[in-house]
């Protein structure tokens, strides 16, 4: 493994150097592991160190944390600590552990346990390796379930036969990792993927963990591939049963990638796009109002989530006829899209794509309309002898509309302009 190791940025080297430092000081015995373990075998990037520790991984992270001069964040209750550098790395350290199930897709009893035990917990033989930070010939690969073999060979297996039964979220991940690095899920193991979906089990997992699962997927380099896999697999069934992923879906997918550069390329500035939720409501567009609602409440969505999610689905059979006629007045562009959040108008644009004129006049919209200010306020109203109340917005509502529409420019127009207002108004 050495040779892999010395690829590393010297900043990792330097991490993995202290962490070996605590583990001779220490005397516990620790291991770089995981995903991280993963990705330096096959050369993918990965600056998210995890480390297992025989011992107790918390006193281990507090003493590396103070090396490193770094902040944690400690889970006693799992024997877990995440330590964050201001460079943006990240390094998880864990107690070593064994875990067993009770019953069919329940949360596992969890108890210390030795590295072998560790590993043997993990999902598949890939993410089931570990390498000694302890300098030296012992920087041996161990690899007890043949996971160098099947990352050589673009497997993806599970560990044992009931893998899927004692974690139907695994499933997931089983897609996922196919997906991303171009893997075949081997036969033994799709076979029991198949009959965990077939019986259901993935409707039995915790709903939030499954949820977790399905952002991560939608997160991935290409979407479309990972759903569409999944769906292929019959694994859609356990948001709803009257979802599918048919071609109109799998096109606006298509259309949703170019959008997301697009609005990425032209306005930086703005605040990051939650693409994967993009992905999600697409997905879930077909669905009716009662059974999206039954998906985000299952799945425990974030209220701001959701209230994106039914706005798109519940308002864009209308707003995309309305976008897609010619010489819509600029107030009438505002009125239409300033309720909606950037998701929802770069899913609008990407359903609209085909029609020039909603393309048009949201790009119009992000870069004059949208946050167009007044140069009036309050005090300019009360100036002019107005109380507070209801009638300030619709005076501001009535200017703002004469500036988008380019009949005021400046701020004495806008004043003339209300001082009218008021005379026609008494």
């Not at 993806?156 to 997906?179: C, G, M, N, W, Y």
């Not at 425990?300 to 007045?329: A, M, T, V, W």
């Not at 004059?368 to 109380?387: A, E, F, K, Q, T």
Request: glycine fraction near 8%; include cysteine; charge should be positive.
């Amino acid at each position: 493994m050495k040779k892999y190791l010395e690829k590393l940025p010297q900043e990792l080297k330097r991490i993995i150097g202290l962490a070996a430092e605590v583990s001779e000081e220490t005397a516990m015995p620790a291991y770089l592991v995981g995903g991280f373990l993963r990705d330096l075998i096959l050369g993918v990037a990965n600056f998210d160190l995890d480390i297992a520790v025989e011992g107790s991984g918390i006193i281990f992270a507090q003493k590396l944390a103070k090396k490193l001069k770094s902040g944690i964040r400690i889970h006693e209750r799992f024997g877990t600590a995440t330590l964050t550098l201001d460079n943006c790395l990240k390094v998880d350290i864990a107690t070593t552990r064994k875990e067993k199930y009770p019953s069919c897709a329940c949360l596992p009893v969890v108890s210390s346990g030795s590295l072998k035990e560790d590993l043997m917990r993990r999902d598949f033989t890939i993410n089931a390796m570990a390498v000694s930070i302890a300098e030296g010939d012992k920087q041996e690969l161990i690899d007890p379930f043949g996971g160098k073999d099947d990352l050589t060979s673009g497997r993806i297996r599970i560990l044992h036969d009931l893998s899927f039964k004692d974690d139907p979220t695994r499933i997931l991940r089983a897609v996922r990792f196919e997906q991303r690095f171009d893997f075949k899920i081997e036969p033994k193991t799709l076979a029991l993927l198949k009959e965990a979906v077939g019986a259901g089990l993935l409707n039995k997992a915790h709903a939030h963990r499954t949820r977790d699962d399905l952002i991560l997927m939608l997160k991935e380099k290409d979407p479309l591939k990972q759903i569409k896999r999944l769906g292929d697999l019959g694994g859609l069934s356990f948001l709803s049963d009257k979802l599918k992923f048919g071609k109109s879906t799998q096109d606006l997918f298509k259309a949703i990638d170019k959008e997301i550069c697009w609005f990425a390329k032209n306005y930086s500035a703005r605040r990051q796009l939650d693409a994967w939720l993009i992905y999600f409501t697409a997905l879930l567009k077909p669905l009716s109002l009662a059974q999206l609602k039954l998906v985000t409440g299952k799945l425990g969505l974030r209220k701001g989530e959701e209230k994106r999610i039914i706005s798109y689905c519940q308002e864009s059979h209308k707003l995309i006829p309305l976008l897609s006629k010619k010489g819509i007045r600029p107030s009438r562009i505002f009125s239409l899209l300033e309720p909606l959040s950037y998701e929802e108008i770069v899913l609008l644009r990407s359903a609209g794509c085909q029609n020039k004129y909603l393309k048009e006049y949201i790009t119009d919209f992000l870069e004059i309309y949208n946050g167009m200010r007044l140069y009036v306020s309050g005090h300019d109203l009360h100036g002019l002898g107005i109380l507070p109340g209801p009638r300030y917005q619709r005076i501001f509502a009535q200017v703002l509309a004469a500036k988008l529409n380019g009949r005021v420019k400046t701020r004495r127009q806008e004043l003339a302009l209300i001082k009218r207002l008021i005379k026609t108004q008494h």
